[in-house]
């Protein structure tokens, strides 16, 4: 048996196979060669997950349009004239009753029962002629706003 200073100043180190011998490290020794592993482990980990999100990376490139990085045109969106005419006799009564697009705006989900989620900027790209909203409890409540408002002229369904 060693002494107890000689087994402080040493670590054995045995393998998982019977037929291997015990081997006799001083601790300094083993800890450099164990951090050693840890950091060849630790890079061969980081370049695993790094070649594996490019390959992601590549995958989500492929997948997206090749226009997707263009700035977005602020080109006119094509109406058609019913819905020019519509948009058209909004501006009037908006012009007529003496309100803000924000007041505007809030009056018409007022009177969707808050199931129109209608802006200001809505309102203000409408009195442009550049947008008319899609969804059929939006439109049913700018109509009622604009009856409402329109001094007793009924705007029906374009």
Not at 102 to 117: F, M, V
Request: proline share 3%; with cysteine.
């Amino acid at each position: 048996m060693k002494e107890w200073n000689s087994f402080i100043d040493n670590y054995y180190v045995t393998s998982g196979n019977k037929e291997s011998t015990t081997k006799l490290f001083s601790i300094p020794t083993y800890l450099l060669q164990r951090s050693s592993i840890i950091s060849a482990n630790q890079l061969a980990l980081a370049e695993k997950l790094l070649f594996k999100s490019s390959m992601m990376e590549l995958k989500r490139r492929k997948l997206e349009k090749p226009d997707d990085d263009e700035k977005w045109s602020k080109n006119l969106v094509k109406l058609d004239e019913s819905k020019l005419r519509f948009l058209e006799a909004f501006r009037n009564v908006y012009n007529d009753c003496n309100t803000t697009q924000t007041r505007c705006a809030r009056e018409i989900r007022d009177i969707s029962d808050g199931k129109s989620k209608i802006q200001q900027s809505v309102v203000s790209r409408m009195l442009c002629k550049t947008y008319l909203p899609k969804e059929p409890v939006t439109l049913q409540a700018i109509k009622s706003w604009m009856t409402m408002k329109g001094q007793g002229e009924i705007f029906l369904d374009e």
